[in-house]
């Protein structure tokens, strides 16, 4: 019988600005792609539903403050070149509030905003979200907890 499969899922954070600049931080000392930029993003805690996630991993990483229901979910990914599964979720968004900053100097240490056609070298999934950021249709996403059959 084949093992049922057990992904880590990350989610990643797109701030969209008024100019359509994109906010990305440089990822350091993580020992994955470490000098590459990258979203505010993180993994989903069990229990936690995505944009839930995604809102409070903005907040951890920048110090901005989104509602939940102000993100779309434009992209997902899977990565299988790691021991385990990723299964990113990708959303947007030009509504937050604050101005984000570094909160985990240990892990990213710099970010700003980019226009879309001077990128600095970003991750392998951050380039193929950032070519449909602007373009891509909204997927929804339905989430459900204690459901009753009864």
Same mark, same amino acid.
């Given at each position: 019988?084949?093992?049922?499969?057990?992904?880590?899922?990350?989610?990643?954070?797109?701030?969209?600005?008024?100019?359509?600049?994109?906010?990305?931080?440089?990822?350091?000392?993580?020992?994955?792609?470490?000098?590459?930029?990258?979203?505010?993003?993180?993994?989903?805690?069990?229990?936690?539903?995505?944009?839930?996630?995604?809102?409070?991993?903005?907040?951890?990483?920048?110090?901005?403050?989104?509602?939940?229901? $102000?993100?779309?979910? &434009?992209? %997902?990914?899977?990565?299988?070149? @790691?021991?385990? *599964?990723?299964?990113?979720?990708?959303?947007?968004?030009?509504?937050?509030?604050?101005?984000?900053?570094?909160?985990?100097?240990?892990?990213? $240490?710099?970010?700003? &905003?980019? %226009?879309?056609?001077?990128?600095? @070298?970003?991750? *392998?999934?951050?380039?193929?979200?950032?070519?449909?950021?602007?373009?891509?249709?909204?997927?929804?996403?339905?989430?459900?907890?204690?459901?009753?059959?009864?």
């Amino acid at each position: 019988m084949p093992e049922i499969m057990k992904a880590t899922v990350p989610v990643f954070i797109f701030l969209v600005d008024p100019d359509e600049r994109v906010y990305l931080q440089r990822r350091y000392q993580t020992g994955y792609l470490d000098g590459f930029y990258e979203p505010p993003a993180g993994k989903m805690d069990v229990g936690e539903f995505p944009k839930n996630a995604a809102a409070r991993e903005l907040y951890e990483e920048t110090g901005a403050l989104i509602q939940p229901d $102000d993100l779309e979910l &434009f992209h %997902a990914y899977m990565n299988t070149s @790691n021991k385990r *599964p990723w299964l990113g979720l990708m959303f947007r968004t030009r509504i937050w509030q604050g101005t984000p900053m570094i909160k985990e100097p240990e892990k990213c $240490d710099h970010g700003g &905003f980019f %226009a879309l056609d001077s990128l600095p @070298n970003v991750t *392998p999934q951050v380039r193929d979200g950032l070519a449909r950021l602007l373009v891509a249709q909204s997927i929804e996403i339905s989430t459900y907890d204690n459901i009753n059959t009864a």
